[in-house]
């Protein structure tokens, strides 16, 4: 069976990016680069192309849904068979490849997944398990047993058919970037599209700034990723395939953990204007990229 990785770039390291690429390209995988780098900087992914490894730089960050979605498209029309998403600087390995391609059918609608691990402590991250009405469960690998089946996976690592997008559709390219893989995973768990936790797998993900450990703690990040977050809460709730409940208590998580940062950040004018900006243009329904 044909497989390819999509992979969106920003300004990424030259070293860890070109790794990546060799090893998927050792392992037979076509790899598709496509560079969301502001283009008044000089771009290290066209120096990577080869017949193996076709890059697109876009010349202006067009936000990750829209990105991967191009990226998409492109192996789409090359008949393949599995797509893989990763993150450019993800670290990959032969095991990991075939594992999340074994629990796949081919000429089904579905998707796997690796096991995540936080790139600093090491620790497992949980994956989600949402009920109809939209309680969330946060479950680690030890508690699941086969198949596996869960809810909600971020979108590095994912193995998906072509069959899947056939079916589920393109990334949302409103979201621009936070929440872009949740929302398309509850359009799957609306379809009854199974997405399967791969358990023998292991993916390291950076989260942000970092945690902080002021009251219950939290992740951090930059002023700007803090409007998509809580801007993006509530275009969940214009999504009928969305729980309400889900959205609402997504809601009131970003917002604490922009509470945590405006204490806890040396930017604290930079956090709450961009909290208010937020809610707005999130009242308004405001969608793409910030003006």
Request: hydrophobic share 40%.
């Amino acid at each position: 069976m044909s497989k390819c990785a999509v992979i969106v770039t920003y300004n990424p390291v030259e070293s860890a990016l070109k790794s990546l690429c060799n090893n998927l390209i050792n392992e037979n995988v076509m790899v598709i680069l496509i560079d969301n780098s502001d283009i008044s900087k000089p771009s290290v992914v066209e120096n990577l192309e080869s017949e193996k490894c076709y890059v697109q730089i876009l010349g202006e960050n067009l936000g990750i849904a829209a990105a991967q979605n191009i990226g998409i498209k492109v192996a789409l029309s090359m008949a393949i068979d599995f797509i893989y998403l990763f993150d450019q600087d993800s670290i990959i390995n032969q095991n990991l490849l075939e594992s999340l391609a074994t629990p796949l059918d081919p000429n089904k609608a579905n998707v796997s997944a690796p096991v995540c691990y936080d790139e600093v402590s090491d620790s497992e991250l949980p994956v989600q398990l949402v009920s109809s009405l939209g309680h969330i469960q946060k479950r680690f690998i030890k508690d699941l047993y086969p198949p596996y089946n869960v809810d909600l996976v971020i979108s590095s690592g994912m193995l998906i058919t072509a069959e899947t997008f056939n079916k589920v559709g393109l990334l949302d390219e409103d979201f621009f970037i936070d929440f872009v893989d949740f929302e398309w995973c509850f359009r799957c768990r609306s379809l009854q599209i199974p997405i399967y936790l791969v358990p023998n797998t292991k993916m390291k993900h950076s989260i942000g700034l970092g945690s902080s450990k002021i009251l219950f703690g939290g992740s951090i990040h930059n002023p700007m990723r803090s409007y998509y977050k809580v801007r993006n809460c509530f275009l969940l709730f214009r999504k009928k395939h969305v729980p309400l409940f889900y959205s609402l208590r997504l809601l009131a998580q970003m917002y604490y953990q922009q509470f945590i940062a405006v204490i806890s950040q040396k930017d604290k004018v930079g956090y709450l204007k961009s909290i208010i900006l937020a809610t707005y243009d999130g009242l308004r329904g405001t969608f793409g990229k910030k003006k």
